[in-house]
């Protein structure tokens, strides 16, 4: 141990509580072990965000979650029993394959929060690196703080632990590092805009445009989310690079004029959110990176398993089993 001051200590450290961090953690505390979350926002869920305007709702990230995992979809159907989840639909097209759509409820957060029931997370909490030091972690915080972890599992987007990692020196085998910068992020802007009355989008309240500027239309009252009229647009990646520095009312305005006919009312008010880290471009063969087996660092997140919710989830379980061969090898 060193002669620093340590704040707090943790069996195994799980950083980011989105989806592959809330399901790392809690397969490894079903396992026995001691998790901790940390998390650098005021809430959870990651992409999983439900905001409000007024009395409007809005799922503003990600829309839905599906699931051709036996496992995630049970865990899906529990959620539905417990109040969590519901079906919102099978598809947007006559052409859908037809496979289940679930939104949280009453918003995707909602959801989140269903998978954090029992975990210990703590939030507003920023880690700037972290080093090896014997059989645990060491990682320092952006308050000054300095946290203890017997292992550590980085689900925060690939761009971000890599910054993480060369903060706190540590190195990386070539192949890895050479798998973990190849990896790149869309980025998505996304509006929240709350409407006079009922939108021009058809039952179920999603759907796609072949062309222009944006990438997703959805009306959260259609969908079950929102009591009022409000729809969320998610701008395609090439327009949200290109306009991602500009000013974000402007951006806005020029996206809602791009979706009048969807709209087809006025609108009374809106929002800008930048998702920097929208959705990977490209996925990484493996599940999740072991960048040291001890004391163990794995990452997670769906630029490992799939571009999904589910993607994430199963990610964080590989993650989580990797941790737990290594501590039960040491």
Known sequence: MTTETMNRSAD??????????????SSLQKAGRKPLLIDKGRGIGGRMATRRIGAASFDHGAQFVTARDPHFEQILKNACAAGAAVEWCRGFTAEADGHPRWRGTPGMSALARYFA???????????????????????????????????????APVPQSLVLLEAGGVPLEPILQQRLSSIHYERCLAVMAVLDGP?????PGGFAPAKGPI??????????????????????????????????DETARHLLAAAAEWIGTGI????????????PLQTDPHSCAVVCS???????????AG????????????????????????
């Not at 001890?294 to 490992?304: I, K, Q, R």
């Open 12 to 25: 195994v450290l799980v950083i980011g509580a989105g989806m592959a961090g809330l399901s790392a953690a």
């Open 117 to 155: 029931l029992g975990l210990e997370i703590v939030q507003e909490k920023q880690v700037t690196s972290l080093r090896p030091e014997s059989d645990h972690w060491i990682l320092s915080m952006a308050d000054g703080e300095t946290w203890s972890a017997g292992a550590v599992i980085l689900t």
């Open 199 to 203: 939108s021009q989008l058809p039952p």
């Open 215 to 248: 990438a997703w239309i959805a009306d959260n009252q259609l969908k079950g989310v929102s009591s009022e009229p409000a729809i969320t647009l998610h701008a395609t990646d090439a327009f949200s690079v290109a306009h991602w520095d500009q000013d974000r």
């Open 294 to 304: 001890h004391p163990p660092l794995v990452l997670a997140g769906d630029a490992f």
């Open 268 to 279: 009374k008010s809106h929002q800008v959110h930048g998702w920097r880290y929208s959705k």
């Open 307 to 330: 571009p999904r919710v589910e993607g994430a989830a199963l990610s964080g379980w590989a993650a989580a089993a990797a941790v737990l061969e290594s501590l039960n090898h040491r």
